[in-house]
């Protein structure tokens, strides 16, 4: 089975960072993202990067967070910079094995077969 496994969530308040990291060997061969949820939201993406390493990123986190990949450590990270309160998420590691079909705009979680368990963020005023 494909394994991810998230780590790096945490409490912090408005202004801080945080540096979220996902554990998979699929880093450097599998298309893979972030995306978010809470008790009262749908899931939604956060941040996604192709296995060519072309990045997307959801308007409400451009200029704030960045997506990467480390082959030597088979992570997918995200830093996460000038947090904000709405941050506050339940945050899940995704890993796409197909590709994205053309016809699907970026962060489509329908593009990712595989899901972590999720770790916590929470961002305080």
């Known amino acids: 089975q494909v394994q991810l496994v998230e780590s790096g969530g945490g409490s912090v308040q408005a202004g801080g960072s945080l540096r979220l990291s996902c554990a998979a060997y699929?880093?450097?061969?599998?298309?893979m993202a972030w995306f978010r949820q809470t008790p009262e939201t749908e899931r939604e993406g956060v941040a996604a990067?192709?296995?060519?390493?072309?990045?997307s990123y959801a308007d409400f986190v451009k200029g704030r967070f960045t997506i990467s990949r480390d082959n030597a450590k088979n992570t997918l990270n995200l830093q996460m910079n000038s947090l904000k309160p709405d941050d506050t998420a339940m945050y899940y590691c995704?890993?796409?094995?197909?590709?994205?079909?053309?016809?699907?705009?970026?962060?489509?979680?329908?593009?990712?077969?595989?899901w972590g368990q999720g770790t916590q963020v929470t961002v305080s005023s």
């Open positions: 995704a890993a796409g094995p197909y590709g994205r079909a053309r016809y699907l705009p970026p962060l489509s979680p329908t593009e990712y077969a595989y």
């Open positions: 699929t880093v450097m061969r599998y298309d």
């Open positions: 990067i192709d296995k060519d390493g072309s990045t």
